[in-house]
Each structure stands twice: as C-alpha cells, then as structure tokens.
C-alpha cells in the first residue's frame, strides 16, 4: 500500500457473469440487497443507501489471497495523485514496454512494469514520492509516451488515452477511471500480474522487488516538467484550426541521403530507411488535440471515450500514409534533415475535356478565387453563402479542362449542381450518380457520397478512380468516418473543398484541411 496509494474511502471489484462478462463496480456494504441495492436503476453515487468498503489492510489481504480481486482509484479527491501508469494491449505490447522503460530511463523517472492478469499486456507504474496534481503526472506521462515514440515509431496515440489517472480532474459524478491492484492471486500462479524485469521475466522475489522500487521525488517531477512539457503544452494551447506541425529543430542522425515520396490517394513513405525519432516526428505531422476532449474535462464530464488526440496517420505494408495536405510540412521536415527527395506521382491526371466552355462572366471576387485555387492541385474555397461557390467552382472546371466529380451529400445539391453546370458550361455531358439513378458520362459527374459506398462491405465504387479532379460541395461534412473513407480513396491530382462554414464546434475542422485540402486555401469571407 505503500507504492499503490489512491482513494483509500472507496475501492471497486472484479466481477465476472455466466456469460464470461467481466467489469469492475465500487464495493459497497448494501449490494445487492433487496429493499436497499436498486442497481442498475439507481446509481451507486446517487443511491441513499450507499456504503461503499473503505481500501484496508484486510481488502489487500483478500485481494492477495483470491478472493476478490481490487480496482484501485488513483485519482485523490482533490485532483490529486500518488502514481501514475500507463496501458500496453496491443500485439506490440512487449516493444512499446521496451520503449516507454527506455523513455523513462533517459530522463531518470523510475518505473515499474507489471504482466497484466493476461499475459497479453503490461501496466508501467510511475510512484510518486509525495501526491502530485494530477495534471502534472498526466504531462509526465505525455512526455514519456512522445519520447517513447521516437524509440518505437509504431506506438498508437491511442496510448494517450490509455493513463492511470486518465483525467486531471475528477468527473462530477464519477470517481474516474480505476487500475486493477497487480499480483492477483489465480492470474499470479501463471506468472501474470506480476512485476518483470527488462528481458519480461518475473522478478523472483516480487516482495523483495517491490521494497527496493524508488519513487520520483515532486522536485524532480518538476525540473522534468520545465525542460521538457513545451511541446506538449503547445499542443493543449494550440487553437482547433491550427495544425499540428512537427516540432523541434534538433537535426536526427541516421537519416538516409535519398528518400521516394510517393503521391497517390495519399503520401507514402518507405518505413524501413528512417530511424524511429524520425518517423514519429513525420506521425505528428498528421496529429492534432481533440478539443471536444479538453471541453469535456473542463466541464468535468467523463472523459472515457473520448480520443485526446486525432491522428491522420497510418501504417500499411511497409509504408507510413499521411494525409496529401501533409506534404509541404513533410517536404520541410526532409528538407531540414537534408534528405533529398524523389517524388514519384502516382495522382490520377485525368481525361482531358478539350471543347469546354464557360457560357457567362464571372464577377472581380469569382475570378479571384479562381486564379488562386488554379496555382495549387488542391484547395478549399471558404466563402460566404451570396458568393458564388458553385459558379467559381465551375468556372475552375472550365480552365482546367480535366474529367471532374462533384461529390455532394443530399439529393437536393445533386439537382443544384445538375441545374448550374447545365446552365454555366457547355462541350460536356454532365452525369448523376445518386437518388435512384446512376448515369456518369465520365466528363463532368455529380455523385453523392452514400452512392459511392457499398453498403454490405463498405468499398468504394472503381469510377471513383478514374477522374482527373474531384470536388467536394459543403466539405465541412467529411467528418463522417465513410465519408473520410472515401476520401482518402481519392487518386485525382486535383481536389477542391467548398464550404461556407469551416469552423465546426467539435473542432474537427483540422481533418478537412489537412486531409487532403491544405495546398490553398482561398477565404473571400
């Protein structure tokens, strides 16, 4: 109890039902009983009759000895903590655990890895000399998992939210998220919860290991938190519309001479040729806070759920994709690290429409946008409703001469766009695809999104790949995960984004500028 101190008032237990369900729930004196227990009616902090069993010696001793096994509370009452831990489940757990005790080892913050009850995971425990803010134990953790990172580039930002405490302050309601106590007694006599070594073999005197664990003492928590929390903040500071460029002007060693970028749907990158800091420095490109995470934890709510970051990135066959608005800031970063790169365009070109005509004039302001958005292969077109959106976006059809598909979602925009091509173009046949019909020319199409996607198996239509640009009516609804999807299936080498409200509540606007949108961005608001 010494190392694993947290809400000593309340603790929670395992159970387990006939359906190999399992969960954990506070313990209380009254449950289950009649006339007194109304769960799952009445919650167990709303319910009258709550006597929830305070954390003592005799609930460790039966933790021990099997007969219940005990969800410790790390987060304090006061916002405060004693420990902190973090969570590795994934099938590279044991090389995450590998990175995260180096991470902890270069800036001198001992830890403690336990097996989980499984033996598919591990908790790394971080013990505080004193109780610390919770808030600052989460930074540490932060720190350590973007440190971890650079040792192992394939670590999930799903780490981050997989923390002991996961919130800085307690939820109105709630007593946040709970860590199981390690050396349960039945997963103990397979080796699991326990407490291993640096080659994963349990130690063979747990209690002896355990008496010899050093603890960090506040000071050094907070000479830690002022060399090395900057980025982290800036990353909680950073306004939602702000993207999350990669950070840190140290040069890194072991980076090759030539790298091929390869431009297709997205922006590809051999994995095998960089070192891991690298490589993780070219993921955060792609990464941004989640606002609605850092709303719901200033008003106190739960935040299990919630991502605290949003990452854009991924891993497929031997490639690091990111998102094609990513590739001026990953030219910069390759740049400074005096990687010359070779670029191979994999982008759709198109069909050229070589009889297109514009039938009409566009306004001062129309022209404008046009002749900005046409400098770049792709752009977002962020203007007020009285504009002229679709007209300018026209008229970018018109000078680029190329096969297009608009991409709109409602039957409504399908009529719209089909009326102001008819009246504003001519030299092409325009096709629908949608609201019952599936017509495309292959010149100038107007599809909605739901007609793209098979709705059995969640593919994307093969027509998708065959146009030279593609534009997309009101994008600031491409937040929906199909919808991302499809986008990200995108091969055309030019992409456009029409909105009038790229400013979303959840903040997610981030997604739909660097997506794939970022190359331009024209604002005649």
């Known amino acids: 109890m010494k190392l694993f101190r947290g809400r000593q008032d309340i603790y929670a237990n395992r159970w387990q039902n006939k359906q190999a369900r399992s969960g954990y729930s506070v313990g209380c004196h009254n449950e289950w009983q009649q006339g007194k227990c109304n769960k799952p009616k009445v919650k167990c902090m709303e319910c009258v009759h709550q006597a929830f069993k305070r954390l003592d010696r005799q609930a460790i001793y039966d933790h021990l000895a099997g007969k219940h ?10 916002n405060f903590c004693c420990l902190l831990a973090a969570d590795f489940d994934k099938s590279d757990w044991q090389v995450a655990v590998s990175a995260f005790r180096k991470a902890c080892n270069e800036l001198k913050v001992p830890c ?27 930074l540490l953790g932060f720190i350590l998992l ?3 990172m650079e040792f192992h580039a394939g670590l999930s930002f799903e780490s981050y939210d997989r923390l002991f405490p996961n919130q800085d302050l307690l939820p109105i309601g709630g007593f946040g998220n709970l860590i199981a106590l390690p050396l349960q007694y039945a997963p103990r006599q397979q080796a699991n919860s326990v407490f291993i070594d640096e080659n994963l073999y349990p130690y063979s005197d747990q209690w002896s290991y355990l008496s010899s664990v050093k603890k960090l003492a506040k000071q050094q928590l907070d000479i830690i938190l002022s060399y090395q929390s900057q980025d982290v903040k800036q990353d909680t500071e950073r306004k939602p519309w702000e993207l999350n460029y990669a950070r840190g002007n140290e040069v890194m060693t072991g980076c090759p ?41 200033a008003l106190r709510f739960s935040t299990n759920g919630i991502p605290r970051f949003i990452c854009l990135a991924e891993v497929d066959n031997g490639y690091l994709a990111l998102p094609r608005g990513c590739f001026d800031e990953v030219s910069r970063l390759l740049q400074d690290h005096l990687i010359e790169i070779e670029l191979e365009d994999k982008r759709k070109q198109g069909t050229r429409l070589k009889g297109l005509m514009f ?40 000078r680029r001469k190329v096969n297009t598909l608009i991409l709109v979602h409602s039957r409504q925009l399908l009529d719209q766009w089909k009326e102001r091509l008819t009246a504003f173009l001519d030299g092409c046949d325009v096709g629908l695809i949608g609201g019952g019909k599936r017509k495309p020319t292959g010149q100038v199409d107007i599809a909605t999104y739901q007609s793209l996607i098979n709705r059995k198996d969640n593919s994307v239509a093969s027509l998708l790949y065959d146009y030279g640009q593609v ?28 909105t009038a409200t790229p400013h979303r509540q959840d903040g997610h606007q981030p997604i739909m500028i660097i997506l794939s949108l970022i190359d331009s961005f024209s604002n005649m608001t």
């Open 359 to 398: 039938k009409g004039e566009l306004r001062k302001d129309q022209k404008k946008a046009v002749a900005v958005l046409a400098k770049h292969d792709t752009g977002v077109l962020h203007a007020p409703t009285a504009f002229g959106k679709t007209v300018a976006a026209i008229g970018l059809i018109h």
């Open 69 to 78: 096994t005990v969800g410790l509370y790390p987060l304090l009452e006061d």
């Open 146 to 148: 973007d440190k971890a």
């Open 257 to 297: 001479e030539k790298l091929t970028l390869v431009l297709a749907n997205r922006l590809y990158l051999s994995i095998s040729a960089l070192p891991q800091a690298l490589l993780a420095r070219l993921k955060r490109i792609a990464r941004f806070s989640n606002p609605v995470f850092f709303k719901t934890q």
């Open 471 to 498: 534009i997309i009516d009101e994008c600031h609804h491409i937040f929906a995960p199909n919808y991302e999807r499809l986008l990200n299936e995108v091969h055309a080498k030019y992409i456009l984004g029409i």
């Open 112 to 138: 403690s890895v336990e097996r989980s009850r499984s033996g598919n995971g591990a908790h790394i425990g971080v013990f505080f000399e004193s109780s610390v803010s919770a808030k600052d134990a989460r």
